[in-house]
């Protein structure tokens, strides 16, 4: 079996307007390719809520902040297009540069607050690029939902923000981060690391599954965060581009843990840079109480509830 693969925006359009006269409701799962797991667990996700599923593959010039980061993405459609078809996705949607940004080609789309600071303080532009590549795909495939992993925490509030300020009609919903069995969060950018850096990678996630545990159980959020940044260092990751707490919904920095947050992590190891993210949850709200409660109460209380 394979997937069907169209790569103009009028084949595309073509083919949904179809599905569409047949009553079916259409998912997209936007991708830059090299599918992994936590890519096809999207596709799952949309096929559990949509008839038919689009899935696009496009390596995004406008997001890359450097030549050669660009150059060095890996390219493998063969590969993801027979993953694909294995699970079950309808259509490939891979249109090439030209065909995204023809000659002439001139809007930016550009997303102010939730994309400042985190990721888009080290790599400028970087979000003008998702928001507009992000756009173009939703008002091209139409589609009714769009599946986004929760890894790139910060790009689903630039999406969400962007969707809702067009008025582009499309729910988008954010899936879980799939972790390999030691916790890597799955990446594209992973088959980059040696086996001695795959070896140290996974102490990230570990560290702040740890720092999570302490801030819910009360602990001062600085000095976590400081903590928490000198262990990441000390496993052997060379720099901490940044490591805070961000409320759940508005992605506003955080000093105490009042409310539903995450913590979000950008480090390098060796010559390539992950990010990753975990949920943190105050105890008191976890147990059931109100977040107006929780957010009268000070660190110790919530440390010896
Ligand atoms: O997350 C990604 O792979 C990309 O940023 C996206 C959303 C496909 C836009 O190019």
Known sequence: MSVAI??????????????????????????????????????RAALA?????????FVNPKQFNSAADLAAYPRTENEDAAKLAAVGAHL??????????PEGFATTVSVTGVSQGLCGAFRPGHFDGVATVVAKLFLQSGADIALFGEKDFQQLHVVRRM?????????????????????????SRNVRLSP???????????????AAERMAAGAPVDSVL?????????????????????????LKPMRRLDRPARLIVAAWLGQTRL???????????????????????????????
Not at 34 to 43: K, Q
Not at 49 to 57: G, I
Not at 163 to 187: F, K, M, N, Q, Y
Not at 196 to 210: C, G, H, T, Y
Request: glycine content about 8%; overall charge negative.
């Open 6 to 43: 169209v790569r103009t925006v009028a084949e595309l359009r073509e083919r949904v307007a179809e599905w569409r006269r047949g009553g079916a409701r259409v998912a997209v799962v936007p991708t830059m390719g090299a599918l992994h797991e936590g890519h096809l667990s999207l596709v």
């Open 49 to 57: 809520r949509a008839e038919r599923v689009v899935v696009t593959l």
């Open 92 to 101: 490939l949607y891979a249109p090439d540069g030209s065909e995204m940004y």
């Open 163 to 187: 969707a809702r300020d067009l008025d582009i009609p499309i729910s988008i919903i954010g899936c879980p981060t799939v972790r390999e069995a030691d916790g890597l969060a799955l990446s």
């Open 196 to 210: 001695a850096e795959r070896r140290v990678a996974p102490r990230l996630a570990a560290i702040l599954f740890e």
């Open 226 to 250: 400081s903590e928490a940044q000198d262990a990441i260092m000390t496993a052997g990751y060379e720099k901490v581009e940044y490591l805070e707490l961000r409320g759940e919904e508005d």
């Open 275 to 305: 990010i990753d993210n975990v949920v943190v949850t105050p105890a008191r709200i976890g147990r059931g109480l109100s977040v107006q409660a929780a957010m009268g109460a000070d660190a110790t209380a919530s440390a010896t509830s």
